[in-house]
Structures are given as structure tokens and as C-alpha cells.
């Protein structure tokens, strides 16, 4: 009996999940994943199940990326400093129109909402994750919890809508004046309550 092949699984998934990201489910084809991953479709099948096994592990792997990255920031930066972070990291860092392809959770939703409610709730679980990050970050600034939970809400449809414009190939100057708007109307309406309760 042979033995399975033996490959470099994280390496593997690392390049499934930027075909991924850049194609959307549908239009990534298992001879395009095999090709990326360097791949027979024995070690596929045995590694991974079927595509739909793969892009879950991809999902999961995007999403703690991003969490990280936002929870690093957090730890190291006061917190509206981490959350602008986590908004403009994607902006003004590259000028490869290659690299602009939105969020893998964001693309997910949008393509797979009435096609597959599994990955699109999957995704959604994700990005709930984020905006919960959002409220973390929000309190520690002083928002109050029910405004924390309002403008984390605000915040994610901003976050949301800036990965779609960013695969629409909106301008980097355009995109970071809106993200400064959504900022200035929410630390504008923390830094009100802050001084409100302040004079009580």
C-alpha cells in the first residue's frame, strides 16, 4: 500500500484561501485549488474531503487572521487608534490592483446568501465576532453599552461596505474620507456622552 503524500497543510490552505478570496467560491474550480495547492486529488480528498470542507477551513482561517490583527491593535494602541487600524490597514499599503479583493466574509455573504446558508451564516458568525471586537473597543473609549453595541453595529455596516467599494476600485483617498466621516460621527457622539456625564 502507498503512502499518502505528505505536503505542507498550512502553506496549502494559505494559497486556497487568497484563490478564494480573489475568485469567490463558485467561479474557484477544484483543477484551479489543486493547481494553487500543489495538490493530487488523492491528497485533496484526503486531506480536505471536497471543496466545500476546504472553504470552511479557509473561512476560519480568514476570520482569525482579521481577529487578530484587530485584537493585537487593541492591546497596543488606545482604543479608537486600534479600531482606525483595523478600518485603514487595507488602504494606502499597496498600489497592486491585484491585491484589491475586498473581505473574503464580506464577498461571502454577498455571493453565497441564497445559494449555500451554511457558509453564509458561517461568515456572518465571523463577522459578528469582529463587530463584538468593535463593542470591546468602543467601551474601553467610554461608550456607554448600549451605545457600544449601537455604533459597533454602525461601524460594521462601514466596515462592510468599504470591502465592497474596495473591489469596485473606489480610490484610496476616497475611501479613507468616508472611513474618517463614519469616525468623526462616532467619536464625536462618545466624547458628547463623555462630557455630559462628566457635568452630572
Known amino acids: 500500500m502507498s503512502r499518502p503524500v505528505e505536503f505542507d497543510r498550512d502553506q496549502a490552505v494559505q494559497k486556497a484561501v487568497h484563490l478564494f478570496w480573489q475568485r469567490g467560491y463558485q467561479a474557484t474550480s477544484l483543477t484551479d485549488l489543486l493547481d494553487a495547492m500543489g495538490l493530487s486529488r488523492s491528497s485533496f480528498y484526503g486531506a480536505f474531503g471536497d471543496k466545500r470542507g476546504l472553504f470552511v477551513e479557509c473561512l476560519d482561517v480568514f476570520a482569525l487572521r482579521n481577529q ?94 468599504a470591502r465592497v467599494a474596495d473591489r469596485q476600485r473606489i480610490s484610496i483617498p476616497d475611501q479613507l474620507a468616508r472611513i474618517n466621516t463614519a469616525f468623526g460621527y462616532v467619536e464625536s457622539s462618545i466624547a458628547y456622552r463623555n462630557t455630559a456625564n462628566a457635568q452630572l
Not at 491593535?73 to 490597514?89: G, H, I, T
Not at 494606502?92 to 491585484?98: I, R, Y
Not at 458561517?122 to 469582529?130: C, E, I, Q
Open 68 to 161: 487578530v490583527l484587530l485584537q493585537r491593535a487593541r492591546d497596543r494602541k488606545p482604543p479608537m487608534a486600534a479600531l482606525r487600524s483595523y478600518f485603514e490597514r487595507n488602504f494606502g499599503q499597496t498600489s497592486d490592483p491585484d491585491l484589491h479583493f475586498g473581505c473574503m466574509l464580506v464577498n461571502t455573504v454577498i455571493e453565497l446568501a441564497a445559494i449555500d446558508q451554511g457558509l453564509c451564516d458561517l461568515a456572518g458568525h465571523h463577522l459578528k465576532t469582529v463587530q463584538d471586537l468593535f463593542e470591546a473597543c468602543l467601551g474601553d473609549a467610554g461608550a456607554e453599552p448600549g451605545e457600544a453595541k449601537q455604533a459597533a453595529a454602525f461601524l460594521m455596516m462601514v466596515n462592510e461596505g
